[in-house]
């Protein structure tokens, strides 16, 4: 069972018989408590009140942010500063209008507020009668205040009429906040959420297998990296534009992730489906022309046509995702989920139920693949990588397993496997007297990004006897803009305490040079694509150039992807400093580069 999320509330002592403190049960009784429990029941949160008693405390626990939620104020009312507010009833006092509100404190978890909304709008008002009902029978002391039973039905009656207000008057509010809920805030296109309920709605069993489900692909991690978020989100603003006149009335549009948009295609004909893409493809790829942007951009698509027996739309989203993601590899403009395909769906499921047997058993193995002296060509260093020794299907490299991970939220469980690994690796090579042989240790943006980063880094390492300078991290330029602040703190620490940094994937995008100012480093990774090209004399210009800039700052510059003796010959000529690439070596398993260092050192 899921562990339940504790959430803790301030409610209003005084608010009979909407919220009042009991003395004789010692806890707080009325709607909004019966609300809470029904709320708690169902979801994955559970609400309890923070020092219930009879004394309203709520100003000074949201002040000092010891409390997630605070109850009982009215809109327009004194609320606590710093929080947000919520709309649960309406009911009219003196003829005039009274919203009631729920707010939530800077601590509530992000989801908390939306969750509970709609949990509100799933509430029947039969079910908000009951609980009127119930809650309205005058509580057994006065706890500070005294109803009569004139009062009492008054009471009654009032928040009778809310309910009826609430049906008929505030009918449009709630629809709108369920259409807020529902959009898209960078295209404006409906959600996930919008897709399912419209999926619900006109999808049946009768006219399914005349559907197909398309999926989108954007890669905007790679958008990200070229160009920036702000154009980023033109661009995906721009493929809504596109899709949205090629979405028919029958059709349904949304977007369901930051890299996927999903259409559900009414098309009995498959062949026709070149027919349509075709103009559609065209027009989204002339968006680099049409508005002069520095980088390629385009969309590749997955098609699951459903079957009869399609219930779970998760399920067809991701065979359809995987398509297209099958597609931005292969170079193609659409994959169609064909038999075979799904058959490398189901055995990527296998792989998932695999993963946690494969830490317990240790069968990720460590591999290193040999950086060299640019000019002397002696080993120097190596690079961490990670392969999966499968005890049926064999040794699986990194694109296999790795979005498994990412997807499970388990990629820091290897990130810091292979950190241990490495550290033993190096300790190993110290006890045998090779103390120059550096390695260098990738790790995921989320692992990177966290705020114990630093302290379970160390506490890895303490347990390992090698110099400090002999690990590098890598960082990548595609760090989010809202984790740099916590990345760079991250980076501080590990340098203070000895280890390296070296910036990863340099030049692949546009702001290369502006990260060597946000970041301190110790040296750049050139990217291979630029590697590819450094034949070329506009190529090697630019690289002329990074290599300077990258000299001048004091940084040791490394290469990586090099295949054939003129890229050597070039990255020679330009001062390059290390060398990585199958031109040297292949990637070898922990024993065997172990032995191959020890037989050059020793």
């Not at 509100?101 to 969750?115: K, M, R």
């Not at 790795?402 to 550290?423: N, T």
């Not at 120059?436 to 890895?460: G, H, K, M, P, Y």
């Not at 000529?573 to 922990?590: A, K, S, T, Y």
């Amino acid at each position: 069972m899921e562990e339940k999320i504790l959430i803790y509330a301030a409610g209003n002592p005084d608010a009979y018989p909407l919220e009042y403190y009991d003395a004789d049960s010692q806890a707080y009784q009325g709607i909004i408590p019966e609300l809470f429990r029904e709320f708690s029941a169902q979801s994955r949160y559970e609400i309890v009140y923070y020092q219930a008693g009879k004394t309203d405390r709520r100003e000074h626990l949201a002040k000092n942010l010891q409390v997630d939620i605070v109850s009982g104020y009215t809109e327009g009312g004194a609320i606590p500063p710093g929080v947000q507010a919520l709309t649960i009833f309406h009911t009219t006092q003196a003829g005039e209008d009274v919203a009631y509100q729920l707010c939530f404190t800077q601590i509530a978890p992000e989801s908390l507020q939306s969750d509970f909304s709609k949990f509100v709008e799933s509430v029947s008002q039969e079910k908000i009668s009951g609980l009127l009902i119930t809650s309205a029978e005058p509580p057994q002391s006065p706890a500070g205040f005294y109803w009569g039973m004139g009062a009492l039905s008054l009471a009654v009656i009032a928040l009778l009429s809310a309910i009826i207000l609430l049906a008929r008057h505030d009918r449009k509010k709630l629809n709108k906040a369920r259409r807020d809920l529902e959009i898209d805030e960078t295209t404006g296109l409906g959600n996930f959420d919008c897709l399912v309920r419209y999926y619900s709605q006109f999808i049946n069993d009768k006219n399914r297998i005349l559907y197909s489900l398309v999926y989108f692909y954007v890669d905007t991690d790679r958008l990200r990296r070229l160009s920036s978020s702000e154009e980023t989100d033109d661009f995906l603003r721009y493929c809504a534009a596109v899709l949205q006149e090629y979405t028919a009335d029958t059709d349904i549009l949304a977007k369901v992730s930051d890299h996927g948009f999903v259409l559900m295609k009414l098309t009995s004909n498959l062949q026709k489906l070149d027919e349509w893409f075709t103009p559609l493809f065209y027009r989204i790829r002339s968006y680099t022309e049409k508005y002069a942007k520095p980088f390629e951009a385009g969309v590749t698509a997955g098609v699951y046509p459903l079957k009869a027996g399609d219930r779970d739309l998760n399920e067809m989203i991701l065979s359809a995702s995987q398509a297209a993601y099958m597609a931005a590899r292969q170079h193609e403009d659409y994959v169609l989920c064909s038999d075979q395909m799904l058959q490398k769906l189901t055995e990527e499921k296998q792989l998932h139920l695999d993963l946690e047997q494969a830490f317990a058993k240790s069968e990720f193995q460590l591999y290193i693949q040999f950086y060299v002296d640019a000019h002397s060509f002696q080993t120097v260093g190596g690079e961490a990588l990670s392969r999966w020794n499968h005890p049926q299907k064999g040794v699986l490299t990194p694109n296999l397993f790795v979005p498994l991970l990412e997807r499970e939220k388990m990629i820091g469980k290897l990130d810091y496997y292979c950190l241990r690994k490495v550290c033993e690796f190096l300790e190993d090579l110290v006890r045998n007297k090779v103390e120059t042989f550096f390695i260098s240790c990738n790790f995921s943006r989320e692992t990177l990004a966290a705020a114990d980063f630093v302290d379970r880094c160390q506490e890895i390492m303490n347990a390992y006897h090698f110099p400090r300078e002999l690990l590098i991290f890598e960082i990548t330029e595609s760090v989010p803009e809202k984790n740099i602040t916590q990345i760079k703190r991250n980076l501080i620490a590990l340098k203070k305490y000895g280890v390296r940094i070296v910036l990863d994937d340099f030049g692949e995008g546009f702001t290369s040079l502006y990260d060597l100012q946000k970041y301190s480093v110790d040296g750049i990774k050139l990217d291979k694509g630029l590697i590819e090209n450094v034949t070329a004399e506009s190529g090697k210009a630019i690289l002329k150039a990074m290599i300077q800039v990258g000299h001048e700052l004091g940084v040791t510059i490394l290469a990586e992807g090099v295949e054939t003796d003129e890229q050597v010959q070039a990255l020679q000529e330009l001062r390059c400093d290390v060398i990585q690439g199958f031109r040297f070596c292949l990637p070898l398993p922990e024993r065997e580069a172990k032995n191959k260092v020890l037989e050059q050192f020793l």
